[in-house]
T-cell receptor, first 111, second 116 residues
Framework: GEQVEQLPSSLIVQEGASVLINCSYTDSASVYFPWYKQEPGKRLQFIIDIRSNMERKQNQRLTLLFDKKTKHLSLHITATQPGDSAIYFC??????????FGSGTKVIVLP | GPKVLQIPSHQIIDMGQMVTLNCDPVSNHLYFYWYKQILGQQMEFLVNFYNGKVMEKSKLFKDQFSVERPDGSYFTLKIQPTALEDSAVYFCASSSGLGGRGDTQYFGPGTRLLVL
């Protein structure tokens, strides 16, 4: 079945810096890739997604890049704020409905 | 964004007992999911439910597990009997299955289950 690998597992940045989170998947049948953010003690919050027929998607300070050939995604967060501190999860979905999640990247933004 | 509710937030039970986890999905959503996350591990898919039926399930969805949503009430996950390895956080999710945002799954806050 699908496997999703996410790196790094954690990172610490100064407020205002950028963050890059990488994600790779194995199943070429995966077509939909939502990303979620989980703040301490809170639910998973949907933040951005991309489909396999796209290469790039932007939502304010978030930019998601997708390379179908290498089965790789990267999430870029610019101008980080302390409120961006959370665990970020990438996930992949094929034609079935189940999401396969990465292990998460814990981001700490220092004020 | 859309909110999924889960009741209870925490549950502690003795091994062998039955437990029911309740999920109140987003009101117009048609697809419902349960995921399991053991402490320190990745969240893993358990089951997907649509139109009163299990559509797909993973190997984690043991025979002791069952799901239902009687008459539009809570979407429930029942474990009977429970085992020690069932201790985990269980997340419910729902999606509309309609239109451009139909694939997006919205998650509840999770139920922390501890089996002693």
């Amino acid at each position: 079945g699908e496997q999703v690998e996410q790196l790094p597992s954690s990172l610490i940045v100064q407020e205002g810096a950028s963050v890059l989170i990488n994600c790779s998947y194995t199943d070429s049948a995966s077509v939909y890739f939502p990303w979620y953010k989980q703040e301490p003690g809170k639910r998973l919050q949907f933040i951005i997604d991309i489909r396999s027929n796209m290469e790039r998607k932007q939502n304010q300070r978030l930019t998601l890049l997708f390379d179908k050939k290498t089965k790789h995604l990267s999430l870029h967060i610019t101008a980080t704020q302390p409120g961006d501190s959370a665990i970020y999860f990438c996930s992949a979905k094929g034609f079935a409905s189940a999401l396969t999640f990465g292990s998460g990247t814990k981001v700490i933004v220092l004020p | 964004g859309p909110k999924v509710l889960q009741i209870p937030s925490h549950q502690i039970i003795d091994m062998g007992q039955m437990v029911t986890l309740n999920c109140d999905p987003v009101s117009n959503h048609l697809y419902f999911y349960w995921y399991k996350q053991i402490l320190g591990q990745q969240m893993e898919f358990l089951v997907n439910f649509y139109n009163g039926k299990v559509m797909e399930k993973s190997k984690l969805f043991k025979d002791q597990f069952s799901v239902e949503r009687p008459d539009g009430s809570y979407f429930t996950l029942k474990i009977q009997p429970t085992a020690l390895e069932d201790s985990a956080v269980y997340f419910c999710a729902s999606s509309s299955g309609l239109g451009g945002r139909g694939d997006t799954q919205y998650f509840g806050p999770g139920t922390r289950l501890l089996v002693l």
